[in-house]
């Protein structure tokens, strides 16, 4: 019952910053936990980030933690991810995901995920 389209990638040197942006359909994101995971190149996909929808509490991979800032916007019906000090094991296929479940606790695992973007391509270069 969600539609889920990002948008915000691009080529950045090392060091740089970019704003994803993931905008839904359909249902509030207010009503989803929500997140954030990337795939690169011939690797699995990976969390980065989630955002409770009880609460909404962060959590984060330890490889972004204090570079990466996730957030909602219910006015805009949007969610966000700031990255900052990006580095190029950051280059991947960033995808925008909502969970149907209530929790206090940020979703790190993709199954319990029920929607997902197409994704957004963002490279960092050295």
């Known amino acids: 019952q969600v539609q889920l389209v990002e948008s915000g990638g691009g080529l950045v040197e090392a060091g740089g910053s970019l704003r994803l942006a993931c905008a839904a359909s359909?249902?509030?994101?207010?009503?989803?936990?929500m997140g954030w995971f990337r795939r690169a190149p011939g690797k699995e996909r990976e969390f980065v980030a989630a955002?409770?929808?009880?609460?909404?509490?962060?959590g984060y991979a330890d490889s972004v933690k204090g570079r990466f800032t996730i957030s909602r916007s219910n006015a805009e019906n949007s969610v966000y991810l700031q990255m900052n000090s990006l580095n190029p094991d950051d280059t991947a296929v960033y995808y925008c995901t909502a969970a149907t479940s209530f929790t206090y606790t940020p979703v790190r695992r993709p199954a319990e995920y029920d929607y997902w973007g197409q994704g957004t391509q963002v490279t960092v270069s050295s």
């Open positions: 955002i409770t929808n009880g609460g909404g509490r962060t």
């Open positions: 359909g249902r509030t994101v207010n009503a989803y936990a």
